[in-house]
């Protein structure tokens, strides 16, 4: 990237959506700025907080970068973006979105350039309001409901309880993720968040009896 990199995290702003599946970009970025808060190295500073979006700047795989949260709501995310944009002259194609998937399970993701928005409204807003799908978008896997009715009600329902360690485990391959993309580059990357699966987690051995002992 020639120029400074932006990655906006998508999201719907207030605390009853923090732990639902259309706030995933947002919990990756609470990742990213939980790892910069811990690390002077990573020089992260708040740049704004009110208004129509949360704007960091900190270092990430040795770049300065911009991080973004939009605080509108998720279809109107691309006014935030291009408020950004102009003011601190980001090229779309040094942008990186992070948002949910429906079309790959819980515990996948991919990073592509372009294409669609696959129907989801903060990506076609962003590319509404830049006028370019050309910007990289890192798609976090959320998996479908059984009943396509069922889409909207289920973007917005919360990770259940089950789920929140590959919610944990994905947030910080994620994070790994996008320091190799700064650092190395988007082939290296690709081949690493492409790649990623959760670990396997052993089954629990059989509780054995213990003479002496009260079961």
């Known amino acids: 990237m020639d120029s400074t990199p932006l990655i906006i995290a998508l999201g719907n ?6 732990r639902t599946r259309h706030n ?19 020089n992260l500073k708040t740049l704004q907080q ?4 949360e704007l960091y700047s900190l270092t990430l795989g040795g770049v300065g970068c911009l991080l973004t949260r939009p605080q509108t709501f998720m279809n109107l995310s691309g006014r935030a973006v291009a408020r950004i944009m102009g003011r601190y002259g980001i090229a ?45 978008r890192l798609r976090l896997g959320i998996g479908r409901p059984q ?14 309880d ?5 919610v944990l485990d994905l ?13 190395r580059g988007q082939t290296e990357a690709v081949q690493m968040l492409n790649a990623f699966r959760l670990p ?16």
Do not use: W
């Not at 396997?200 to 079961?215: C, F, N, W």
């Open 50 to 53: 009110g208004g129509d979006f």
């Open 162 to 166: 089950a789920e929140l360690p590959a």
């Open 147 to 160: 009943y396509s009715a069922d889409v909207a009600k289920y973007v917005l329902e919360n990770f259940g």
């Open 200 to 215: 396997k987690v052993s089954a629990p051995a059989e509780k054995m009896d213990t003479p002496g002992t009260l079961g």
């Open 171 to 183: 947030c910080e391959a994620a994070l790994k993720g996008l320091t190799l993309l700064f650092r």
């Open 13 to 18: 702003p207030g605390p009853q959506y923090e």
């Open 92 to 136: 779309t194609a040094n942008m990186v979105v992070l948002h949910d998937e429906l079309d790959l399970p819980l515990g996948r993701m991919k990073l592509k350039r372009g294409g669609g928005s696959n129907g989801h409204r903060g990506v076609e807003s962003i590319a509404e309001h830049t006028g370019s799908e050309d910007f990289l």
């Open 24 to 42: 995933f970009g947002f919990m990756v970025a609470q990742a990213i700025l939980e790892q910069a808060a811990g690390r002077k190295s990573m």
